[in-house]
């Protein structure tokens, strides 16, 4: 199957700082890239979704300007956590729909960020 | 606007027997539905999905799921859990606009025990 890359796995950083996630398509192209928060314990909040070569589409209740989104080619969406602080501590999931419209989401292996 | 609902939190059945876990979902057309698996801090797995056909679907490790659309429900399940099937499943509904846009279930955490 399709395979979707996230780097880093793991990332711990100070409040205030600003984190960069990125998510690949491996072996196909992407014209949409999804991304999505999961906290402990719980189901996968969708963020936003990414489009290549245009804004990113984002969920009510999801601060664009703190969780910036670029889709620069079909196969790389990056994901910044701006001015990072605590309650931003989550696990971070990027998927892609496979380039044969049928629907799945190729997930990659998800970033865990720790604020300090 | 598209829901998906799995009434159960987390459900713990012995190694060997049955199971079943609930989803319901809402969305105006037919639904694309699909099932995924999560092992603590990975990513998700696809276990099966429906897009059309068939309401029956069989999917990896031995688990299938039948789609009822008059009960609006897409439910899994297993004749025999084996220990490592214990895990958290998710149910997603996706349209099929917007890049398949997929909505999650709240999941059901499944305990196995011996």
């Known amino acids: 199957g399709a395979v979707v890359s996230q780097h880093p796995s793991w990332v711990i950083c100070k409040s205030g700082t600003s984190v960069k996630i990125e998510c690949r398509s491996l072996?196909?192209?992407?014209?949409?890239m999804f991304w999505y928060r999961q906290f402990p314990k719980q189901s996968l909040m969708l963020m936003a979704t990414?489009?290549?070569?245009?804004?990113?589409?984002?969920e009510q209740g999801v601060e664009k300007d703190k969780f910036l989104i670029n889709h620069a080619s079909l196969t790389l969406s990056t994901l910044t956590v701006t001015s990072a602080h605590p309650e931003d501590s989550s696990f971070y999931i990027c998927?892609?729909?496979?380039?044969?419209?049928?629907?799945?989401?190729?997930f990659g292996e998800g970033s865990r960020l720790t604020v300090l | 606007a598209q829901s998906v609902t799995q009434p159960d939190i987390h459900i713990t059945v012995s190694e060997g027997a049955s199971l079943e876990l609930r989803c319901n979902y809402s969305y105006g057309a037919t639904p694309y539905l699909f099932w995924y698996v999560q092992s603590p801090g990975q990513g998700l797995q696809l276990l099966l999905k429906?897009?059309?056909?068939?309401?029956l679907v069989q999917g990896i490790k031995g688990f299938e799921a039948e789609f009822k659309r008059s009960q609006s429900s897409f439910n899994l399940r297993k004749p025999s859990v084996h220990w490592s099937d214990a895990a958290e499943y998710f149910c997603?509904?996706?349209?099929?606009?917007?890049?398949?846009?997929?909505?999650f279930g709240a999941g059901t955490r499944l305990f196995v025990k011996a």
């Open positions: 997603a509904v996706a349209s099929n606009t917007g890049g398949f846009k997929t909505i």
């Open positions: 990414s489009n290549e070569g245009s804004k990113a589409t984002y």
């Open positions: 998927s892609a729909s496979g380039d044969r419209g049928t629907g799945e989401l190729f």
């Open positions: 072996d196909f192209q992407a014209t949409t």
């Open positions: 429906y897009f059309s056909g068939d309401t």
